[in-house]
């Protein structure tokens, strides 16, 4: 990876950062991305320090703000000319339904919004990288239903059920990108990473979880850091960083890896069309409207 610009949303800790440190460690130029400029600053020193790779900065950014998401564009671009591999891994849930200010559901806005306008803004840096590639990070348990009626939670909305669902609203729309992406020299794939115990789910309150689940809530949160702790961290950095550096996938567009790094079906929810359709058309319209001052 040496001579090469790695960018990752969502890297000042958990799986993202994880990503970063193993890309600095191949020789990488990484720009980290997190929304506390504190936490951004001790990861880049820690992931210099571990990789022995000095060439990691950050840029601060809230990824529910298009407005921070224009400005990260922006200056990603400024910073590095071009940028060889794009990673969106922010990702966001909540406890509750919540609006950001562009008026989009947040978790809606980190999952989904947030990674197609990055993309989209940073097309001018990616394209003049030659053979820049994308890597979109899924989340959750990808399989189940999009319910269009219920898209940003109008309707009903329970955290996990939800970030669920916006985590194939997330792949719907990589489909659909990645056949615009088609006759261009950037590519696009999804990475599935399996699951760890990150700070965003150390967070969770019992009333995120489906009702089914909230009994054995503590049961979980005893469990998780031992099942899901530090191994299963390293290991759902496999399916990003082998997209991001492998010759193999040098062209390879398209796709659906899961955490074992292997080509795999995409979900039944992702195939259908109005659905992919109606996802990237309300994305359009976010990215084409005035973010907030």
């Known amino acids: 990876m040496e001579g090469k610009t790695v960018l990752v949303t969502g890297s000042t800790g958990g799986i993202g950062k994880e990503t970063a440190r193993q890309l600095a460690a191949l020789g990488a130029s990484v720009i980290l991305v997190g929304r506390d400029e504190c936490r951004a600053d001790a990861a880049v020193a820690d992931i210099r320090h571990t990789s022995g790779n000095?060439?990691?900065?950050?840029?601060?950014?809230?990824?529910s703000r298009l407005r921070d998401v224009r400005r990260l564009a922006q200056e990603a671009s400024g910073r590095a000319g071009g940028v060889d591999v794009l990673i969106n891994n922010a990702g966001a849930t909540r406890n509750h339904r919540e609006v950001t200010e562009d008026g989009i559901e947040t978790a809606f806005a980190v999952n989904v919004v947030a990674p197609f306008c990055l993309t989209h803004w940073l097309?001018?840096?990616?394209?003049?990288?030659?053979?820049?590639?994308v890597i979109n990070i899924t989340g959750g348990?990808?399989?189940?239903?999009?319910?269009?009626n219920n898209l940003q939670g109008e309707k009903s909305y329970v955290g996990l059920s939800f970030y669920n669902q916006t985590k194939l609203a997330q792949?719907?729309?990589?489909?659909?990108f990645a056949q615009e992406l088609a006759a261009t020299p950037v590519t696009l794939n999804v990475a599935y990473?399996?699951?760890?115990?990150?700070?965003?789910?150390?967070?969770?309150?019992?009333?995120?979880y489906p009702p089914l689940a909230r009994p054995i809530v503590p049961l979980l949160r005893l469990a998780?850091?031992?099942?899901?702790?530090?191994?299963?961290?390293?290991?759902?950095?496999?399916?990003?960083?082998?997209?991001?550096s492998s010759p193999e996938e040098r062209t390879t567009n398209g796709a659906y890896f899961n955490s074992k790094a292997k080509r795999?079906?995409?979900?039944?929810?992702?195939?259908?069309?109005t659905t992919r359709n109606t996802i990237w058309e309300l994305c359009e319209m976010q990215r084409d409207g005035p973010t907030t001052a």
């Open 123 to 133: 097309m001018p840096a990616l394209t003049a990288s030659r053979q820049a590639r």
């Open 141 to 148: 348990i990808p399989r189940g239903q999009i319910d269009l």
């Open 54 to 63: 000095d060439d990691v900065t950050a840029i601060t950014a809230d990824m």
């Open 193 to 208: 990473p399996g699951h760890a115990y990150t700070s965003m789910n150390k967070n969770l309150t019992v009333g995120t």
């Open 224 to 244: 998780m850091p031992v099942v899901y702790g530090r191994r299963a961290l390293l290991r759902a950095t496999r399916s990003s960083v082998y997209l991001a």
């Open 171 to 176: 792949m719907a729309m990589s489909y659909r």
């Open 264 to 273: 795999t079906p995409w979900p039944d929810a992702v195939l259908d069309d």
